[in-house]
């Protein structure tokens, strides 16, 4: 089993509460064996009370692991991800330099303005009238492989020959990407492609 470190593992030491908390509680800890060794009154409390602390410190970890934090997400960093292309929220990447940071307002911005971009890109390449459910699916996906490669794709062909079920069936077969020169399906693509023909089909049975 290989292991690697998270993307953004310096942001993370560096801000998330549920570190600094583990770090208190095992300080703590270290000093009420220290007293337990020594002298038990020679900060003025028993070991156990440091004891205690350590236990509340770490249970307050716990919910520092699920609270926002904004120094720590990823929006604020350059992911790599699997892929190793740098791209800051939402997948950007044109533009995007390591290094390069974003407010979540910018980001917003960026990726409302991108979604906008890339329906208009592949308007061309699908039927005027389309359920927005379906639309919206396509233009997700458009927006993960590129408009040029969606309007090569059957997914634009069956949906202009009429078969919109068979279009969003299509959107599976967009789940694998080269990691490490390799061709392979990615967990991450996978579940969004089977996201991306859920809200397709609902807009075909509407």
């Not at 997400?73 to 190793?84: I, K, Q, R, S, Y």
Request: aromatic share 8%; hydrophobic share 55%; glycine share 6%.
């Amino acid at each position: 089993m290989k292991f690697r470190l998270v993307y953004n593992w310096a942001s993370v030491l560096r801000f998330a509460w549920s570190v600094w908390l583990t770090l208190l509680a095992a300080l703590l800890i270290v000093v009420s064996v220290a007293l337990m060794l020594l002298d038990a009154q020679i900060l003025g409390l028993p070991a156990p009370v440091f004891a205690g602390l350590a236990a509340l410190a770490q249970l307050f970890a716990i919910p520092a692991r699920i609270i926002i934090q904004e120094k720590v997400e990823a929006f604020l960093a350059d992911e790599e991800g699997a892929l190793h292309w740098p791209r800051t929220w939402r997948g950007k990447a044109a533009g995007v330099k390591m290094g390069d940071t974003a407010t979540p307002e910018e980001c917003r911005e960026m990726f409302l303005a991108e979604v906008v971009a890339f329906e208009t890109r592949i308007r061309p390449c699908l039927p005027a009238q389309l359920p927005d459910q379906t639309r919206a699916a396509f233009v997700s996906a458009a927006y993960n492989i590129g408009a040029g490669a969606f309007c090569g794709s059957s997914m634009s062909r069956r949906a202009q020959a009429g078969d919109l079920a068979g279009a969003c069936d299509a959107l599976l077969m967009w789940n694998k990407a080269r990691v490490d020169g390799v061709l392979q399906v990615v967990r991450g693509l996978d579940r969004q492609r089977a996201a991306e023909r859920t809200l397709c089909l609902e807009g075909v049975k509407a």
